[in-house]
């Protein structure tokens, strides 16, 4: 079984002398295409009455007031009066507690992430019509003045030298006038083609200037229907509400870009390293349950989410694949309690476990180490 641990951050806010948190995956440095609504953020001299929504912008969350006639009360300060309302639409992707699970909505979207020494990204609860990812290689990506060939008054297409092109990126000249894209010609991403609207004249130097990328994949939208249980996990189209890619290139300096064409929704979505836990999962049962702790007021309509709705929990056993079983164990001691991504294979049983989800406990039979065998519980959440 392998696994990525995500990359995680903390927003902070201090006020009075007390110092309120909370913990998200890494966010991206770029994010177009997300609307998170038209909610003002908390203003201290202001007045403010049941029903009423504010934003706590440093912690990226909004908050719903349960009482009348409330001013200078910091929302996270007094959870008796405000309700902790959930995190802004662009947050929700990077929950990793109580909103594990839920859904950024927008159109168009774009994320944009620094991608340095990691080789996996997962996203999990995922609609969309077509995704194109591409990774970039910081240290060795610009191209500039490339020859792509010269014109004889009848050719359109030309071609460069890398096929991976990064959208947006490239600049095309005819004797060094720069051309407008989809008004003097059309180009091929994917395979480098440059196709010109009319043909450059006879002896004319097309040039280009533009990004290269180590990886661009397009992988279409998630509601496709599949032939059978196992195929809906491991193809790239049977996979309908999720995306986990764990062979990106290692670099010390890149990074990486995910657009999402037309109307999305990008759940849990996590950015790491993958590794080997160095186990294979064996039986032994596994149950789906509602462990939902919302509390619900019906007299002043206000929600709590503490923790954890809809869950599968996993009870195993694993045999272990290393001949010291203690490389495991250090591992499971560093992850043990946190959301990490799991990346089960076909040898595992329970591979329908391809998901974010949380080791509970981990027993170990230390006085029979030759067995290389235990048991643990894996509680899946998203």
């Not at 909370?22 to 998170?36: A, E, F, H, R």
Request: with cysteine; aromatic share 12%; net charge negative.
């Amino acid at each position: 079984m392998k696994y990525a641990k995500p990359l995680i951050q903390t927003l902070s806010v201090s006020q009075n002398g007390f110092d309120y948190k909370k913990t998200i995956y890494q966010q991206p440095d770029k994010l177009t295409g997300v609307d998170d609504g038209s909610n003002s953020d908390y203003d201290s001299t202001a007045t403010y009455n049941t029903g009423d929504y504010v934003v706590v912008p440093e912690l990226k969350s909004i908050y719903r007031c349960t009482a009348d006639n409330v001013s200078g009360k910091f929302p996270p300060e007094y959870p008796d009066i405000w309700v902790d309302w959930g995190f802004l639409n662009s947050y929700k992707m990077l929950s990793n507690d109580e909103e594990i699970g839920a859904q950024t909505t927008g159109t168009d979207m774009f994320v944009e992430y620094a991608f340095n020494q990691l080789d996996t990204v997962g996203i999990v609860n995922t609609h969309f019509t077509e995704m194109v990812l591409e990774e970039i290689d910081n240290n060795n990506s610009v191209v500039t003045g490339e020859n792509a060939g010269t014109g004889d008054g009848n050719t359109k297409e030309f071609y460069l030298d890398n096929k991976l092109v990064a959208r947006n990126s490239e600049t095309v000249y005819i004797d060094g006038t720069a051309k407008t894209r989809d008004t003097d010609y059309t180009i091929d991403y994917f395979e480098g083609k440059i196709t010109f609207n009319t043909a450059p004249d006879s002896g004319s130097n097309i040039t280009a200037d533009y990004t290269k990328c180590v990886v661009k994949r397009k992988i279409l939208g998630r509601d496709i229907g599949c032939l059978s249980f196992a195929g809906y996990f491991y193809d790239d189209i049977r996979e309908k509400s999720r995306v986990i890619i764990t062979d990106l290139v290692w670099l010390p300096s890149a990074t990486l870009r995910m657009y999402f064409t037309g109307d999305s929704q990008i759940g849990s979505l996590v950015i790491g390293r993958i590794q080997d836990f160095g186990i294979t999962l064996m039986g032994t049962s596994m149950s789906f349950e509602d462990k939902s702790k919302i509390a619900n007021n019906t007299f002043n309509n206000t929600r709590k989410v503490i923790r954890y709705g809809h869950i599968r929990v996993l009870k195993a056993k694993v045999i272990f694949d290393v001949p010291d079983y203690n490389i495991t164990a250090q591992k499971v001691n560093d992850v043990i309690g946190r959301n990490i991504l799991f990346v089960p294979d076909e040898s595992d049983k329970f591979y329908e476990m391809s998901n974010i989800a949380y080791i509970e406990n981990f027993d170990m039979p230390l006085d029979n180490p030759v067995l290389f065998q235990a048991n643990t519980t894996i509680i899946g959440v998203a």
